[in-house]
């Protein structure tokens, strides 16, 4: 078998996390999921979800992957040999394979929409003429297809080519680029007039709004975003080197990859109000808002393209880190090369993909829970799957893992002066699951 490769240097592994972490979840799902669920409410009891679940998984899957030293999978099996917790190694990749088979449509949209902005699309269009010509767009097949189909091709490239040479390169230049786009983009939506009415859906609470469906897909989002029990950050757990610190690691990016969903909302939101645009318009939500805002900007042309340019590359950053989730496994499983497991996972997920591509078209009769195919898919994994899969890791970190591993990662064997380790025992041992379990029951109903 090859050599198992590692991140080369500290920035290596927090750009390639944050690469994974930051992507569509954070532009393109959280404004529609916040849209879909009333607003500031939701967003305060996502913060709490992330403060309290996504940020002890994280460094969860952090120190089973470093343990490990192998993929999700592989890795629960190596650190509990003989057990059933390899299970949530199992959810996790599968979860991976799945997000990746529907991320790669809309990660496709945004390969459109960098077309459309170099040709000048935008321009002199109404704000329902923007959103029937993101309808007309989804519901081409041969369109939608050919795009997603790109994006898996240069997944599949960047992965096979490895880790080093692959991930951090591309990371690292371009989340602080996006951010800096975001903001002019902020700064344009804040002037609006009315927009101060989508900054008061955003940041005016009505407590009234909170159900337990609302509460789940905050608590589902926030894994989605955090690229969490899907097997992604238990992977590149495994590529750390040992004297990083997994703590502030953890940390980092949980404030980057939730600054950036708040950022985008704001861009978002005050154009929603302005232009008579529905918060709960769902999937399409950046791509119906945003191009209304460009041509209203002076460089607007410059900085439309940009914006769906670094985008695109986002999403890519993302789209790598779930395929190496699902390479790594088949890798070390079927002791096959690295390139001959991207090929093959590859062309498995873009067979499930393309029908999640024809969801928004030729099979949008066919709804599954009164989803299409495609948000089937999303809400499976970030509801169900990722939350089970985070479930099973933080009980097993909280009650099964020996206390002094968790301690030798987190203090790089004593290397680190860490004071958090009895708040982190605690919260994985009794609150987290707790909450988890609790959210799930509220959803259903039971309580
Ligand atoms: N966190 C990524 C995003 O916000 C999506 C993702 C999910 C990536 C699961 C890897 C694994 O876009």
């Not at 343990?67 to 099996?77: D, F, M, Q, R, T």
């Not at 750390?240 to 997994?246: A, D, M, P």
Request: overall charge positive.
């Amino acid at each position: 078998m090859e050599k198992r490769e590692s991140f080369k240097t500290s920035f290596g592994v927090f750009a390639a996390a944050v690469g994974s972490a930051v992507g569509l979840g954070n532009i393109w799902r959280f404004p529609y999921i916040v849209g879909e669920n009333g607003g500031a409410a939701f967003i305060l009891v996502y913060l709490l979800c992330v403060a309290i679940i996504g940020l002890p998984v994280l460094l969860s899957e952090f120190i089973v992957g470093r343990e490990g030293k192998l993929n999700a999978i592989g890795s629960y099996k190596k650190v509990a040999p003989n057990t059933k917790w390899y299970l949530s190694g199992v959810l996790g990749v599968m979860s991976a394979f799945l997000i990746l088979s529907f991320y790669s449509v809309i990660a496709g949209w945004t390969l459109e929409y960098v077309f459309k902005a170099i040709t000048n699309q935008f321009v002199g269009k109404s704000p329902v003429e923007i959103e029937s010509m993101f309808t007309s767009f989804i519901t081409n097949p041969v369109k939608s297809i050919a795009w997603q189909l790109l994006i898996l091709t240069i997944t599949c490239y960047i992965v096979a080519t490895g880790i080093e040479k692959g991930i951090e390169k591309y990371s690292s230049i371009l989340v602080p680029a996006l951010v800096g786009i975001i903001i002019i983009l902020d700064i344009r939506a804040l002037t609006l007039p009315g927009a101060s009415e989508g900054m008061k859906f955003l940041f005016k609470p009505d407590f009234s709004k909170v159900n337990g469906k609302v509460i789940l897909d905050a608590l589902g989002h926030s894994f989605f975003s955090l690229s969490l029990g899907a097997g992604t950050m238990i992977t590149y757990g495994s590529y750390i080197k040992k004297n990083e610190n997994l703590g502030t690691s953890a940390l980092k990016i949980g404030i980057a990859d939730t600054l950036i969903a708040i950022l985008a909302g704001v861009a978002i939101f005050p154009v929603v109000f302005a232009f008579g645009i529905q918060p709960n318009s769902g999937p399409g939500l950046v791509f119906i808002t945003l191009p209304n805002v460009f041509p209203k900007i002076p460089g607007g042309y410059i900085f439309s393209v940009l914006f769906f340019v670094l985008l695109a590359l986002a999403a890519v950053t993302s789209t790598i880190s779930m395929l190496e989730a699902v390479v790594a496994y088949a890798m070390e499983r079927f002791n096959i090369s690295r390139k001959k497991a991207s090929i093959i996972t590859t062309i498995l997920i873009g067979i499930v993909g393309i029908f999640a591509a024809l969801s928004n078209g030729p099979l949008s009769h066919i709804l599954i829970f009164e989803n299409t195919f495609l948000n089937f898919l999303d809400k499976l994994t970030a509801n169900y799957f990722m939350t089970i899969g985070s479930l099973i890791t933080i009980l097993f970190v909280g009650w099964k893992l020996d206390k002094s591993i968790i301690e030798n990662q987190i203090t790089n064997e004593g290397i680190l002066k860490s004071s958090y380790q009895g708040t982190y025992y605690f919260i994985t041992r009794y609150i987290s699951p707790l909450a988890i379990i609790i959210v799930f029951l509220a959803s259903i109903g039971i309580i």
